[in-house]
């Protein structure tokens, strides 16, 4: 028989291993590397200033049981490689941000280990940031710096995005790709105008910092080579930027084909699943893509571009800014839209049109239309022929008629001349010259004399 002292004594005893279970389960659930939704250092500047402290700043959206550990690299002046030298360290531990004052000239990158208690880790870096001993240096940077903040805040940008496209914009109007791949860092570009993808990379993440907005450097592929571009986060969302894309070698054709990009569109031309740097955050918004921000139509394949045609040159737009949204890496769109107008423009009565500012993903179709206003607008024969019959009664001449049927094997020629044949003695012409067009044409009459 069991005793009410057992029965409190195995409750008791269900109770610890139940509180027991929960704290095991809840040391479970601390985040594993492999699934945080991101990782990267945020450094308080994006240089370094000789006997000032640095400090970095690991961020993940989860920090529960993860430990951290750091080793900062040194590299010779002028080279953005070879980092061997370890200035500094901290041990594995739960303390995720980082300080050091240099006291050495020349590149650093830090590298974090973020370690999860499942014996995962992930490892990510900052982009290389430069230190030089001499204040006139320091102080020469500074003054690039704000002249490009004065600038900035005369234009009057104020938001995320205002501030990130004014950058973008004078890099790639301020600078040009080093054809001889030899300048790496952000200082000639800022200073001399010329820099590779990884100079344009860090100049813009630097800038950025120094106006308030976040934005990370990523390292990845792009067009089966090594290149480096951004990640932006505006006001919350995060999208791609890449300024050395949008600043084409040769200079000319700027554009903004690769500002405010989500994942599926950047994936079309970029790959950052072996980036080093950091594990960046998902950019799944187009909110700020460049073009659908300007007011661009988008469309999202062949098909779609055949729809999003017709549609605008029904409406009689004379000026079809669009944008090309689909997943294909590239549509030839400006082929596309040619062979297009070629069969079918003067359906719609386009006179003359012109592809201008054609991009990779954008552009704009200037269009004018004839101006068929004076035209009589007929869906069939029999139509037409009411027409005739009322415009010959009146002795009108000339007499503009305008086909608006659906039928694009409509002849129009070959309809006109099979009713004057029957018609004519009916409705006294005595003769008629015709203009003919597609889809519209025009009757110079003579009539009989009326007896």
């Keep these: 028989m069991r005793t009410p002292g057992g029965s409190l004594q195995i409750l008791f005893f269900f109770l610890v291993m139940t509180g ?21 250092i945020k450094p ?6 000789f006997g000032t402290e640095s400090c970095f700043q690991v961020m993940v959206p989860d920090y529960a049981g993860l430990e951290f550990e750091f080793a900062l690299l040194h590299g010779p002046m002028f080279s953005t490689t070879g980092y061997k030298t370890v200035m500094a360290s901290q041990k594995r531990s739960a303390i995720s941000s980082f300080s050091y004052t240099p006291r050495d000239k020349g590149w650093y990158k830090l590298v974090a280990t973020i370690h999860d208690p499942y014996s995962g880790s992930l490892t990510i870096q900052t982009g290389p940031f430069h230190c030089s001993n001499q204040a006139a240096g320091v102080e020469l940077l500074s003054a690039r710096i704000s002249s490009i903040m004065a600038l900035m805040h005369r234009e009057g940008c104020k938001s995320a995005y205002e501030k990130a496209l004014f950058v973008h914009d004078w890099l790639i109007h301020n600078a040009d790709y080093d054809e001889s791949l030899k300048v790496y860092d952000l200082y000639t570009l800022l200073f001399s105008g010329v820099g590779v993808c990884q100079s344009y990379a860090l100049a813009y993440q630097m800038l950025l910092h120094e106006a308030g907005v976040e934005c990370l450097y990523v390292v990845g592929y792009a067009g089966g080579d090594k290149h480096a571009f951004n990640l932006v986060n505006f006001d919350g969302a995060w999208a791609w930027v890449d300024v050395t894309w949008d600043d084409p070698k040769g200079g000319g054709s700027e554009n903004h084909d690769h500002f405010g990009l989500n994942d599926i569109l950047m994936r079309r031309t970029h790959d950052w699943s072996q980036n080093l740097f950091c594990k960046p955050p998902a950019a799944t918004s187009l909110s700020y893509h460049y073009h659908m921000r300007k007011g661009a139509v988008p469309y999202f394949s062949r098909e779609d571009l055949a729809k999003m045609l017709d549609r605008e040159l029904r409406r009689k737009n004379a000026g079809i800014y669009f944008t090309y949204l689909g997943k294909e890496k590239e549509l030839h769109q400006g082929r596309e839209i040619k062979q297009w107008l070629d069969k079918n423009c003067v359906s719609y009565d386009v006179e003359k049109w012109v592809l201008a500012g054609l991009t990779t993903y954008s552009g704009t179709l200037q269009v004018s239309y004839l101006d ?6 007929y869906k069939d024969e029999g139509e037409l022929a009411r027409i005739l019959a009322r415009e010959t009664a009146a002795r009108a001449n000339p007499i503009r008629v305008r086909y608006a049927g659906g039928d694009r094997r409509h002849d129009i020629s070959a309809t006109l001349h099979a009713l004057l044949k029957q018609h004519c003695a009916k409705w006294g012409v005595a003769n008629c010259n015709i203009s003919f067009y597609p889809r519209h044409a025009a009757l110079r009459v003579d009539y009989r004399s009326k007896p």
């Excluded at 027991?20 to 990267?40: N, T």
């Design 20 to 40: 027991l279970l929960c704290v095991r389960l809840r040391a479970r659930a601390a985040a594993r590397v492999q699934d945080l939704e991101y990782a990267y």
């Design 44 to 49: 308080n500047r994006y240089y370094a200033v």
């Design 372 to 377: 068929l206003s004076a035209h009589h607008e």
